[in-house]
T-cell receptor, first 114, second 113 residues
Framework: DAGVIQSPRHEVTEMGQEVTLRCKPISGHNSLFWYRQTMMRGLELLIYFNNNVPIDDSGMPEDRFSAKMPNASFSTLKIQPSEPRDSAVYFC????????????FGAGSRLTVL | GDSVTQMEGPVTLSEEAFLTINCTYTATGYPSLFWYVQYPGEGLQLLLKATKADDKGSNKGFEATYRKETTSFHLEKGSVQVSDSAVYFCAQGASGSARQLTFGSGTQLTVLP
């Protein structure tokens, strides 16, 4: 298995632009998680899905952030409009719903908003 | 709510030194406990885990024991190598049916030759 695949790996954009981050989870995994990592706040859970359904989005910072999972093999995290304080590394992770909650992480998408 | 507190870094050691990174958790019930490692420019990788009290997780020479009485899961390695330089995260699984992990703040380890 190729693991969790995220794209783009790096994104530099200007304030006000729309940003879309993409994730392909491991085949057969039915839970998907979006985390954000910054020096100041560490790793924060933004949202997670079970069987493509959003379960908890309480970590989404504000309405500028939205996430979708249209099918079991694809998810997006969108920021519109982006702001400099959104600069971070965004990780996608997936796991099986049953058993111990071992997460497999992607390599991350580093976002820089100028 | 659930939280994980781990030793502040950075930690700098010489090769072959003994490593301890402290981790304590607060949770109701019996959460699963994890250590993840993040190498520069990469995502987090599972290092080891323990799912119940007194379990010992181990991998690549690293060990951690699930201590319910002290709500701790300290990471240890008897002899570190330069290649162990990374950021180490302690995490607990959510109790109940939720599946997400709550992470500590991470500890940067640098091993010098």
């Amino acid at each position: 298995d190729a693991g969790v695949i995220q794209s783009p790996r790096h994104e530099v954009t200007e304030m006000g632009q729309e940003v879309t981050l993409r994730c392909k989870p491991i085949s057969g995994h039915n839970s998907l998680f979006w985390y954000r990592q910054t020096m100041m706040r560490g790793l924060e859970l933004l949202i997670y899905f079970n069987n493509n359904v959003p379960i908890d989005d309480s970590g989404m910072p504000e309405d500028r952030f939205s996430a979708k999972m249209p099918n079991a093999s694809f998810s997006t995290l969108k920021i519109q409009p982006s702001e400099p304080r959104d600069s971070a590394v965004y990780f996608c992770a997936s796991s099986l719903m049953r058993g111990s909650n071992v997460l497999t992480f992607g390599a991350g998408s580093r976002l820089t908003v100028l | 709510g659930d939280s994980v507190t781990q030793m502040e870094g950075p930690v700098t050691l010489s090769e072959e030194a003994f490593l301890t990174i402290n981790c304590t958790y607060t949770a109701t019930g019996y959460p699963s406990l994890f250590w993840y490692v993040q190498y520069p420019g990469e995502g987090l990788q599972l290092l080891l885990k323990a799912t119940k009290a007194d379990d010992k997780g181990s991998n690549k020479g690293f060990e951690a024991t699930y201590r319910k009485e002290t709500t701790s899961f300290h990471l240890e390695k008897g002899s570190v190598q330069v290649s162990d330089s990374a950021v180490y995260f302690c995490a607990q699984g959510a109790s109940g049916s939720a599946r997400q992990l709550t992470f500590g703040s991470g500890t940067q380890l640098t091993v010098l030759p």
